[in-house]
């Protein structure tokens, strides 16, 4: 996900932070002055705080409310599908950022071809404790539908892959299997989205 962070990044909220993996890769890169992390999980944001500049404990955007931090990007790694209203926190979001500034996310993509032939030949849609099928998310996306929670949620997206891909510690699968399958191979996407300029109209997308 690094590679999607904006050139310049100088604030950074890293929302739903977990244990702080992600800050410390950014920390690491060197690409953001400085590091927000959001965690609901108190013992979660404690442990994860060393590597955040600041470390806010509660849920979005509710502990943020009155916040006067605005954002060159905010991060939904492996979020927003554990939302109830992932639209609505997209909303939110864009009051947080400054101007020109960017959302960046990793999704599940629930049409991967293990998950299909789990469905489709097995009759199988068996919930885990972590992964594409994991049994605390709420919602389930596709490339497709991806983009259109951003255009709906009113921004454009300028960049969106696949990552993940199936098969990626089998060498030489992992490098095989997405020219063959297209999005079928991979396991989520990553997508970087701005706020839509004024009267400005979403593509359809097919």
Known sequence: M?????????????????RGGFGRSLRNSGRVGTIWGLEQN???????????????????????????AR????VFNDVLEHMVDPWEALR??????????????SIPNVRNARTLFDLVVRGDWTYVDMGVLDRTHLRFFT???????????????????????LGRSH????????????????????????????GHQAPRVW
Request: with cysteine; hydrophobic share 40%.
């Open 171 to 198: 060498f030489p699968l992992g490098t095989v299997l997405p020219p063959v399958l297209g999005d079928l191979a991979f396991t989520g996407f990553g997508v970087r989205a701005r706020p839509a300029e004024a």
């Open 42 to 68: 108190g013992a979660f944001g404690q442990e994860a705080s060393r590597h955040y500049d600041e470390l806010i404990i509660g849920t979005f955007p509710e502990a943020l409310v009155g916040h006067p």
């Open 92 to 105: 939110q979001a864009r009051s947080l950022l400054k101007p020109g500034g960017a959302v960046v996310a």
């Open 2 to 18: 690094l590679p999607l962070i904006p050139t310049g990044t100088r604030a950074l909220l890293d929302v739903g932070c977990g």
């Open 143 to 165: 490339k497709r539908t991806v983009r259109s929670l951003f255009s709906e949620s009113g921004y454009r997206v300028d960049a969106l892959h696949g990552i993940n891909s």
């Open 71 to 74: 954002f060159d990007c905010v």
